[in-house]
């Protein structure tokens, strides 16, 4: 259970991060979501998606490695799922999630629905979905990733690199602005989508090293 103590590399972009979600709670106070089901069930899972967001750099600055790790593919699922059923659901299926907590594609297939057509046309999450779908689920689910992280000589303890962490508060950073685009469709904020656009154009996400030369051509 011995949490280590976080390097300056990870404490420098966990504040950085929590800036930017900071940055997107002060935006949220105000913004009017329409009463129908299409509309406030996709903004609450958005909301939920930038909740697990929170979380998540609230968990690396303390050391919970393992938990911020498991919550990743919770934050990734509930922006797919916002997003699909605002822009592509039928009004069926939208009822049936509500009266039967059913989805039924899978999320191969939301992504690929959502894909189809605007404002997904980056494939971003297919990108996702192919390259880090396996892990997520091990990390939430208890799998090898999280067993082969748990072992530190004959100590069981997490064994977590700097590598690693920044790219899940990367990955964090970009998922929250991505929610909080959603956000600003479903509530037909084109302002605020155009600062959350400038603040992904300003490098407001990144934090690993491999990104280091996007934020110095930004100064």
Known sequence: MHSP??????????????EALDWIASRLPGMEVPGDHRH??????????????????ALITTGRHSSS????RCQFECLVRGAWLFYRATDEEIERFV??????????????ALESGPPFEDKLLS?????AWGPMNGYTHGGIHQVSRRLQGDYIEPVFEDESLLEV????????????GEITAITDRKDLSEEAQAMMDAG????????????QNEV
């Open 40 to 57: 406030r069930i996709a903004a609450q899972l958005c909301d939920l998606s930038l909740d697990h967001a929170a979380a998540i750099v």
């Open 5 to 18: 103590p976080q390097s300056e590399t990870i404490l420098a972009a966990s504040k950085k991060i929590g």
């Open 99 to 112: 009266e039967r907590d059913e989805i039924r594609p899978n999320m191969a297939m939301l992504i690929e």
């Open 204 to 215: 407001a996400s990144l934090v690993h090293p491999a990104f280091a030369a996007h934020e």
């Open 127 to 131: 990108y996702v979905k192919k390259n």
């Open 69 to 72: 790790f498991a919550l990743v």
């Open 169 to 180: 508060l990367q990955f964090t950073g970009t998922m929250a602005l991505y929610a909080f």
